[in-house]
């Protein structure tokens, strides 16, 4: 039912009303004329009466349904606020917890960017004075092949001492071999456990790999690394040729010679030009070695050498338990004799107590009987010693054993 509708019904029940009221009056005349004049006056006053009723109740009700209207209006409005602020609540608690959770990750994200420009500019720094540094280097070996040289036995000898050798004792610089063919000049013999030496060599020249690192063009780079590893290989065959293993035919030596490269990087560079560059060098007895090979090389040499000290040690202790042993037999028998000695003084002074009490004594003693002055002083008892010398140890030496050990003191308690 729409408005329209509520409006007449409203009208047709005022209408109604009016109808009943003018009956209610004409029941109340007493005479027919009182009912006929109030008949007139009921048909006169109906019609205005019903509009002025009917024109006030259809301007009330029109209020009201308005009142109504709104407030439901407005109890919707709220309910549906109420359900979309309940419906909403979550969404809300979540992007708070999501704003926070934004605000951390780009607080860290802050900090850890701060934390990496630092190690950036760090590295770059590092980068730049590793650059520099090469530089430097690569100048410094350019003034000369003495220079590379001089560079190459040093860090050979760093290497050298690192891994424990000692030059005094070790292993040998700049030392000069005469041979058939003239006279040689290795870098470094080294001394081996068991009276064997070989020889190291650290001539190797970088010419041509500085070429490749001041290189601006890829081509002319790449050129120069080829002649490096071409360089490498060259002196390789020629340190073959000079069989140091045959020069030190009274000492002893491996079959090889060492050729060190003085860094990782040369040798990878000419490796990689020529795959099979370490394969042929140990055809020819050559040991390609860098830094870090020759560290470990040397390390089993240092080894060997604590190994066989501690074997000389071990024969120095086995001498000196023997001649200790030795020693201690000898002192043992001093003792013993000593114990003897102690022993028959003692029988000899028990012997000399029993002669003076039984011999002397007794007739010195009848003095006091015939009442001589002897002014107070009495002849003091002497007791025998009964208690005999302990002995401190004696030897008892054990059955010798296989292995030729020297037998075993044991101290018995007396």
Known sequence: MNAVDMILGALALVGLAGMGAALWALGKARSRAEVAEARLEAAALSPAIMRDQAAATAQAVTEQLVARAT??????????????EAQLKPVAETLQKFQEHVTAVEKTRAEETGGLKAQIESLLKASTETQFEARKLSAALRRGAGVQGRWGEQTLRNVLEVAGLDSRFDFIEQFSVDTEEGRRRPDVKV????????????????????????????????????????????????????????????????????????????????????????????????????????????????????????????????????????????????????????????????????????????????????????????????????????????????????????????????
């Not at 407030?71 to 979309?84: I, N």
């Not at 064997?196 to 041509?208: E, H, P, R, T």
């Not at 023997?322 to 003692?346: C, D, N, P, T, W």
């Not at 000399?352 to 002055?373: K, M, P």
């Open 71 to 84: 407030e439901s209006f407005k109890s919707q409005e709220l309910l549906a606020q109420q359900r979309m």
């Open 191 to 414: 001394r081996m456990p068991g009276g064997g030496v070989f020889v190291i060599d650290a001539k190797c020249s970088l010419n041509a790999f500085l070429d490749a690192q001041e290189a601006v063009d890829d081509a002319v780079r790449e050129a120069a690394l080829v002649r490096h590893a071409q360089s490498v290989r060259t002196h390789m065959i020629d340190l073959s040729a000079k069989a140091y293993w045959d020069q030190f035919p009274k000492e002893g030596s491996p079959d090889f010679v060492a050729m060190f490269v003085p860094g990782d990087g040369f040798l990878a560079a000419a490796l990689d030009r020529l795959p099979d560059l370490m394969s042929d060098a140990m055809v020819k007895r050559v040991l390609l070695v860098t830094p870090t090979t020759l560290f470990a090389l040397c390390k089993a040499v240092a080894y060997g050498w604590r190994v066989e000290e501690q074997s000389a040690n071990a024969e120095k202790i086995a001498t000196l338990g023997r001649e200790l042993y030795k020693r201690l037999s000898v002192m043992g028998g001093h003792a013993a004799a000593l114990g003897k000695s102690l022993e028959g003084a003692v029988g000899r002074y028990n012997q000399f107590v029993g002669s003076l009490e039984t011999q002397v004594l007794t007739q010195a003693r009848r003095f006091e009987e015939l009442a001589v002055d002897h002014e107070g002083k009495e002849i003091p008892a002497l007791e025998p010693i009964e208690t005999a010398p302990r002995a401190l140890a004696k030897l008892a030496p054990a059955e010798p054993e296989a292995s030729g050990d020297p037998p075993v003191l044991t101290v018995a308690r007396g």
